[in-house]
T-cell receptor, first 116, second 113 residues
């Protein structure tokens, strides 16, 4: 079974630009969550999508947005990039059910975004 | 109330030793507690997870101990190996699933040969 696939793996952008990152979840998984990882702030939750609807949102500015398609693939977009947006962006997929063993989340390798 | 506090920040043990990483949480609504292992350049990989209806769970060399009254949980790695050298993160979430994880700050473990 293929794992979570994130593209691209590395990205360099200039301040003020926008960027779109892509995540393909594990086949059959309907929930996709996004996280930002930085040395200073650690791993922080951005948002979660399930069946094309945003179910939860973390404490990030509106420049960070996302969407999910009918095949469960998800994209996140960051507009008007700032230097502080440089981070590893991780996507996690899960079956999306409530509790029990269906709840486990599996991460992709991430997209390393550098803003210059 | 959303924080998960993890300690120590770094840990060095000899091969065969039993490193212990501790986490404490404040939000009593948390009911799912996973541990992740991350190698440089990789995403976090799920190691083991526990729910508050049990006090201990073992999977291979990894054991989670959970103390609901103290709001603490810990990871023990038995017979540690150099290949276990990685960063370990504890996390917590509500509603029994991993939909919105709150992570600890991470522990960098080094296992010396």
């Amino acid at each position: 079974k293929a794992g979570v696939t994130q593209t691209p793996r590395y990205l360099i952008k200039t301040r003020g630009q926008q960027v779109t990152l892509s995540c393909s979840p594990i086949s059959g998984h309907r929930s996709v969550s996004w996280y930002q990882q930085t040395p200073g702030q650690g791993l922080q939750f951005l948002f979660e999508y399930f069946s094309e609807t945003q179910r939860n949102k973390g404490n990030f500015p509106g420049r960070f947005s996302g969407r999910q398609f009918s095949n469960s693939r998800s994209e996140m977009n960051v507009s008007t990039l700032e230097l502080g947006d440089s981070a590893l962006y991780l996507c996690a997929s899960s079956l999306g059910g409530g509790g029990g063993p269906l709840g486990e989340a599996f991460f992709g390798q991430g997209t390393r975004l550098t803003v210059v | 109330q959303q924080q998960v506090k993890q300690s120590p920040q770094s840990l060095i043990v000899q091969k065969g030793g039993i490193p212990i990483i501790n986490c404490a949480y404040e939000n009593t609504a948390f009911d799912y507690f996973p541990w992740y292992q991350q190698f440089p350049g990789k995403g976090p990989a799920l190691l083991i997870a526990i729910r508050p209806d049990v006090s201990e769970k073992k999977e291979g060399r990894f054991t989670i101990s959970f103390n609901k009254s103290a709001k603490q949980f810990s990871l023990h790695i038995m017979d540690s190996q150099p290949g276990d050298s990685a960063t370990y993160f504890c996390a917590a979430s509500r509603s029994g699933s991993a939909r919105q994880l709150t992570f600890g700050s991470g522990t960098q473990l080094t296992v010396l040969p």
